[in-house]
């Protein structure tokens, strides 16, 4: 299983961003689907997940302001951040795990965020 996301870049305070993953492999819609995020000098942090029942989990910091969703078809899960502030600054990576609550067994590479105040 391979993971790329990309989606990232530079936005004001306020502002919107969508993140992508996609996922290669046969049985994408079975698995949950995670956004971590690691700004410098903190530890990476869980955002949001999704299941293959579409159960989402979102980090008390995100929350209201994130939307997780998956497209099956395309084997690709999105990262809808709105309301961005300085502090969302970070890489902001996926994962796939077997369930909500799983282990991440596959990671992407990160997409930076960047936003200013």
């Known amino acids: 299983v391979q993971l790329q996301a990309f989606g990232g870049g530079l936005v004001q305070a306020g502002g919107s961003l969508r993140l992508s993953c996609a996922a290669s492999g046969s049985t994408f819609s079975t698995y949950a689907m995670a956004w971590h995020r690691q700004a410098p000098g903190n530890q990476r942090e869980l955002v949001a997940v999704i299941d293959g029942s579409r159960y989402t989990y979102y980090a008390d910091s995100v929350k209201g302001r994130f939307t997780i969703s998956r497209d099956n078809a395309k084997k690709t899960v999105y990262l809808q951040m709105s309301s961005l502030k300085p502090e969302d600054t970070a890489t902001y990576y996926c994962?796939?795990?077997?369930?909500?609550?799983?282990?991440?067994?596959?990671w992407g590479q990160g997409t930076q965020v960047t936003v200013s105040s």
């Open positions: 994962s796939i795990r077997y369930f909500l609550g799983g282990t991440d067994c596959y």
